[in-house]
C-alpha cells in the first residue's frame, strides 16, 4: 500500500508516559513514510491522499519487543520448574544447539516470523545462537515479514555446552565479523545486526574486549543480559572480581552505552551504583515480567526506574516468557507492579495501564529512533484492532475498550491490520 495514506477509527496512544490519548473517529495520517499526525477532520493539504475507513476498530502504534530469543521459541510454555542458570543448561542451550542444523533452523525460524508478522509486534530486538549460517537464515525470514528488527549472532566462548561453547575468543569474533559483513552484502532494509554477547558468565574477557572493538568499528548496538537472577549475579563476581557492580564488566570493553546503545534485559537487582551508570550511560532496560516471574527471578522495580528517568521499554523474553504476546507483556508488567508495591515496597505504586501501554510503544520504541506514537516526525508504525470479536452486553467506553483487549489478549485474534515503518504487513 502506498506510504501516504490516512487511517480512520478510534487512535489511542501515549505522548507521554502517564498519559493515555484517545481520540474517536479520527483521523492519523502517514505522509512520506512519517506520521504526520491526528486530525479531527482532514486539513486540506491532505485531502488527496487515499483513506482506509477503519470506522469503530481501534488504532494503536505498532508495539515494541526490547528482548526475545529466537531460538527458544520451539519449547515456549515448557520447563518452567527452574531458575535461570539450571533452566540454561537443560532447556535453552538443547535447543540452541540445534541450529547447527540449517534445514531446522529455516524450518523453526519461520515459525517464529510468520507469529510474529501476525501479533501487534512491529520492532524487536532478538538474539539468535553463535551459528552465523542459521542467524542469516532468521535475517531473511524476519526481512520478509516486514516487523523491523534487530538480530544478534550470540557469543560464547566459556561456561556453555560443547556444542555451543565457540572454539575461541578470536574464532568467536571473526565469526562475528563475518555475519556482519554478509549482513551489509544482503542489503536488508528493515533488518540489522547487533552485537550480542550472551552474558558475562559465558564471556572471557578476550572475547568482550574484541567484541567492544567491532562495536566501535561497525557502529553497532548491543544486547545482553544485566542482573537477571542472585545466582548468575554471585556468579559474574567470581568470573570478574575487578568489576565494581554487574553491569561494570560490560562497560569496562565500551560494551554499556555511552557512545552507542545498548539494551539490558531483566535488571532485577541492579544495585544503585549499577543503576547510576545506565542512566549516566543512557542504556535501555527491557523489562520482562513474565519471564522474571516463570523462572523464578524476581520482580524489577519499574516504577523506580520510571521516575529515575531511566530509558525502559518491555520484552517478551521467550522462552523464559511463556508467550510472543506484547499484550500479554503489558498485563504482566501491571500484575508484576502490584506484587512489588504489595509485598517489596509500599511506596512503589504500581504501574497503571497508560504507563505500561507506553512502556510497550514509546518506551521501548526510543531504541530504535523517533518510534511507538503518532505524533507528527514519528515512524509510521500502526496496528488497527477488531475489538468486536469479544462482545459485552454493555457499551464500554472507549479506554475500557482499549485496556479490555489487553486483557483479553485480543492481539490474538483481532489485529486486521498492520503497518511497520509506513509499509503494510497485514
Known amino acids: 500500500m502506498s506510504r501516504n495514506l490516512?487511517?480512520?477509527?478510534?487512535?489511542?496512544?501515549t505522548p507521554e508516559k502517564d498519559r493515555l490519548e484517545i481520540?474517536?473517529?479520527?483521523?492519523?495520517?502517514?505522509?512520506?513514510?512519517?506520521?504526520?499526525?491526528?486530525?479531527?477532520?482532514i486539513p486540506d493539504k491532505y485531502l488527496g491522499m487515499e483513506i482506509v475507513d477503519c470506522a469503530g476498530k481501534l488504532i494503536i502504534p505498532g508495539l515494541v519487543d526490547l528482548h526475545t530469543h529466537a531460538p527458544q521459541f520451539a519449547y515456549r510454555g515448557t520447563g518452567m520448574d527452574e531458575e535461570l542458570m539450571g533452566w540454561l543448561e537443560r532447556y535453552a542451550f538443547p535447543e540452541e544447539s540445534r541450529y547447527a542444523d540449517t534445514g531446522y533452523a529455516a524450518r523453526a525460524y519461520g515459525i517464529v516470523t510468520e507469529k510474529l508478522k501476525r501479533g501487534a509486534t512491529t520492532r524487536v530486538v532478538m538474539f539468535a545462537t553463535i551459528h552465523p549460517?542459521?542467524?542469516?537464515?532468521?535475517m531473511d525470514c524476519m526481512e520478509k515479514s516486514g516487523v523491523v528488527s534487530y538480530i544478534g549472532k550470540v557469543n560464547m566462548d566459556r561456561n556453555a555446552s560443547p556444542e555451543l561453547t565457540e572454539e575461541n575468543a578470536a574464532r568467536s569474533a571473526e565469526d562475528t565479523r563475518r555475519f556482519i559483513r554478509e549482513c551489509a552484502s544482503r542489503g536488508y532494509r528493515r533488518t540489522k545486526p547487533i552485537i550480542t554477547p550472551r552474558f558475562v558468565p559465558c564471556c572471557t574477557d578476550e572475547l568482550m574486549e574484541a567484541l567492544g572493538r567491532i562495536r566501535k568499528e561497525y557502529d553497532l548496538p548491543v544486547q545482553s543480559h544485566l542482573s537477571e537472577n542472585p545466582e548468575e549475579i554471585e556468579f559474574v563476581r567470581e568470573l570478574a572480581p575487578e568489576a565494581a557492580f554487574y553491569g561494570d564488566a560490560y562497560d569496562r570493553f565500551g560494551l554499556f552505552g555511552k557512545d552507542?546503545?545498548?539494551?539490558?534485559?531483566?535488571?532485577?537487582y541492579s544495585p544503585?551504583?549499577?543503576v547510576q551508570r545506565m542512566l549516566d550511560n543512557g542504556v535501555w532496560i527491557a523489562h520482562c515480567p513474565g519471564s522474571?516471574?516463570?523462572?523464578?527471578?524476581?520482580?524489577?522495580?519499574?516504577r523506580h526506574y520510571l521516575e529515575r528517568g531511566l530509558r525502559i521499554g518491555l520484552g517478551t523474553d521467550v522462552a523464559g516468557g511463556d508467550s510472543e504476546s506484547m499484550f500479554r507483556a503489558v498485563t504482566d508488567a501491571i500484575r508484576a507492579s502490584k506484587m512489588y508495591w504489595r509485598y517489596i515496597d509500599h511506596n512503589a505504586k504500581p504501574l497503571t495501564f497508560p504507563e505500561a501501554f507506553w512502556l510497550a510503544s514509546k518506551g521501548g520504541g526510543s531504541f530504535f529512533g523517533k518510534v511507538g506514537s503518532f505524533e507528527e516526525g514519528y515512524a509510521f508504525d500502526a496496528v488497527v484492532l477488531d475489538d468486536s470479536i469479544e462482545p459485552s452486553a454493555?457499551?464500554?467506553?472507549?479506554?475500557?475498550?482499549?485496556?479490555r483487549a489487553f486483557y483479553q489478549r485480543l492481539d490474538k485474534q483481532g489485529i486486521i491490520m498492520k503497518f511497520a515503518d509506513a509499509e503494510q504487513i497485514l
Open 260 to 268: 552507542g546503545r545498548t539494551v539490558m534485559a531483566h535488571c532485577v
Open 272 to 274: 544503585a551504583e549499577e
Open 394 to 403: 454493555r457499551e464500554l467506553p472507549l479506554r475500557d475498550r482499549l485496556e
Open 6 to 13: 490516512i487511517l480512520k477509527g478510534n487512535i489511542c496512544h
Open 292 to 302: 522474571n516471574m516463570n523462572i523464578a527471578s524476581g520482580i524489577a522495580p519499574v
Open 23 to 41: 481520540r474517536e473517529d479520527a483521523y492519523v495520517v502517514c505522509g512520506e513514510g512519517l506520521c504526520r499526525g491526528i486530525f479531527d477532520t
Open 133 to 138: 549460517e542459521a542467524t542469516l537464515i532468521l
